[in-house]
C-alpha cells in the first residue's frame, strides 16, 4: 500500500526542474499556430521529445497525428491525448510571444491563434511523456501520449482512427485527456457521465427563383423563405423539446443576395446544434429538415432544400467507474478543494470518438488558466461571463500555475491505472 502515492512523489520530483524547458516550449508552440490539418511543426517538435525521452514513435497517423509507446514491464496501458491544432482567429493579447502568424485556409490567408489552448495541452503532454519516461521504477505497464490533429475541425480523432490507432497500437486499459478553460489556474472539475455536448454542423441550401426586385410576383422569394425557416427553427427547443431537455439551435450564417433591387435564387444557411442526449439528438435534427422541407413546400419553392453535414462531434460521456477512480487519485493529491465538480458544457470535444469506438472507458476533465486573482473578482462580481473564454482573440492562459497543474493531473490520472513498481 502507499506505492502508488509513493510513485507519483517519484514522478513528479522532476517538474520543477523540467519547468523552464516546458514554459520555453510552450510559448514556442503559441507563437507558431498551426491550423487543423497543417500542425507540421508541433507534430515534429512532440515527435523529437517522445524519441528523445525513449519512446517508439509513429509519426503521420491520421495525417499529422503522432503516437508514442513506452513499454515498462507488465501491466495496463494508458492511452493520453492531446489535441494540437490552433483556430483562424487574429490573436488580440498583447502577450510577447503572441502569434503573428499567417496561414493558408482554403487558398486564403487567414491570421492563426492558439485561441483554444491546445498549446497548453502538447506542453502537458510533453511534459508527463518525459517524467514517465525518467523514472521507470515508479510504475509499470504501457504509457501512450497520442498527440491529435485537428480536434476544432471534428476530423482529427476520426482521421487517427481510420489510421489504424486502434489495430497498429496497444489497446488501452483507459482514455484520458484534459482541456485548458476559463476557471481559477490550476483548478480540476470533471463529472462523470455527460462533460461535453455532441456538436453537428450543416449548411442548408434553399432554393428559389430570382427575379427583379420590384416584380416578386415573378419570383420565388428565397430571402422570405429563409427568414421564415430561421424564426421557425426556433421553436424546435422552445416548443418541441421538453424544459428539462437541453439543446441550442443557433443560425450561424445566413446569406442570401447581393442587392437591394433583385430578388437572388437562394439562400444559404449555416447552422449548429449543440446536445447531451441522443434521443433529443435525434429529435432536434428530424426537426430541422422538417422544418427546412415544409418551409421550402410552403412558399412553393422549385427544389427541395440541400442539406450538407459540415461536421459532427460525438458526446463526451467519462464513464462512471473510471471518473471515480481518476477523481480519486486528484482528490488525493491536490490540496484543499482545487477538484471540483463541472457542469456539462456546451462545448464539443472529438475526444469522445476514442473510447466510444474502442470501447475503453474514458475519462476528460478541465483544468482552469485563469489567474486566480482575475477570476476571484469576476466571481464575486457576477462577471465570469465576460472573461475571454476559448476561441476568444484575447484568450491567454496565465503560464503558472496552469503548466504545472496540467502535468501533475495527468501524472496522477495516469498513476491511478498504472501498476505500481515492484520493489
Ligand atoms: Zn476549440
Ligand atoms: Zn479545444
Known amino acids: 500500500m502507499g506505492d502508488k502515492a509513493e510513485g507519483v512523489q517519484n514522478l513528479l520530483a522532476y517538474l520543477h526542474t523540467l519547468l523552464p524547458d516546458l514554459e520555453s516550449v510552450y510559448k514556442d508552440i503559441h507563437s507558431h499556430p498551426e491550423l487543423s490539418m497543417q500542425e507540421n511543426r508541433t507534430a515534429g517538435i512532440a515527435a523529437d521529445r517522445l524519441r528523445a525521452a525513449g519512446y517508439e514513435v509513429a509519426t503521420g497517423v ?20 492531446a489535441d494540437m491544432d490552433a483556430l483562424p482567429v487574429r490573436e488580440a493579447t498583447g502577450l510577447p510571444y503572441a502569434s503573428r502568424v499567417n496561414a493558408d485556409q482554403n487558398g486564403k490567408s487567414v491570421p492563426v ?4 489552448g491546445h498549446d497548453m495541452h502538447v506542453t502537458w503532454l510533453i511534459g508527463t511523456a518525459t517524467l514517465f519516461a525518467r523514472s521507470r521504477s515508479a510504475w509499470r505497464g504501457t504509457l501512450m501520449p497520442v498527440f491529435q490533429p485537428a480536434e476544432e475541425t471534428g476530423a482529427g480523432a476520426q ?11 496497444p489497446k488501452p486499459t483507459a482514455i484520458l485527456g484534459q482541456h485548458v478553460m476559463v476557471g481559477s489556474s490550476g483548478e480540476i472539475g470533471t463529472r462523470s457521465g455527460v462533460i461535453t455536448s455532441a456538436g453537428d454542423s450543416f449548411e442548408i441550401r434553399m432554393f428559389g427563383r430570382g427575379a427583379h426586385g ?39 450564417s445566413l446569406q442570401a443576395g447581393t442587392k437591394e433591387n433583385v430578388i437572388p435564387d437562394e439562400a444559404i444557411l449555416k447552422l449548429n446544434v449543440r446536445t447531451f442526449d441522443e434521443v433529443v ?10 422544418i427546412v422541407n415544409a418551409e421550402a413546400e410552403a412558399s412553393r419553392a422549385p427544389k427541395k432544400p440541400e442539406i450538407t453535414l459540415l461536421d459532427r462531434y460525438p458526446l463526451v460521456k467519462n464513464d462512471p467507474e473510471a471518473t471515480r477512480r481518476t477523481v480519486d ?13 463541472t457542469q456539462p458544457t456546451t462545448a464539443s470535444e472529438d475526444f469522445g ?12 476533465w478541465f483544468v482552469g488558466g485563469t489567474d486566480p486573482a482575475t477570476y476571484a473578482k469576476a466571481k464575486e462580481s457576477g462577471t465570469v461571463a465576460d472573461l475571454p473564454t476559448n476561441h476568444n482573440p484575447r ?15 495527468m501524472v496522477v490520472a495516469s498513476q491511478a491505472w498504472l501498476s505500481p513498481s515492484v520493489h
Open 62 to 81: 491520421g495525417k499529422t497525428g503522432v503516437v508514442g509507446v513506452l513499454r515498462n514491464g507488465d501491466g495496463p496501458a494508458v492511452m493520453l491525448r
Open 113 to 116: 491563434m492558439h485561441a483554444c
Open 159 to 169: 482521421a487517427m482512427i481510420n489510421d489504424g490507432l486502434f489495430t497498429r497500437f
Open 214 to 252: 420590384s416584380m416578386p410576383q415573378a419570383s420565388i422569394d428565397p430571402v422570405v423563405m429563409a427568414a421564415s425557416t430561421v424564426l421557425r427553427l426556433q421553436t424546435i427547443v422552445s416548443r418541441e423539446l421538453a424544459p428539462t431537455d437541453a439543446a441550442v439551435v443557433t443560425v450561424g
Open 281 to 290: 439528438r435525434k429529435k432536434v435534427l428530424a426537426a430541422i429538415e422538417r
Open 329 to 341: 487519485a486528484f482528490r488525493n493529491y491536490f490540496q484543499g478543494d482545487r477538484v471540483k465538480d
Open 353 to 364: 470518438s476514442f473510447g466510444a469506438e474502442w470501447q475503453v472507458p474514458a475519462v476528460f
Open 395 to 409: 484568450f491567454a492562459p496565465v503560464i503558472h500555475p496552469t503548466l504545472e497543474a496540467g502535468v501533475e493531473a
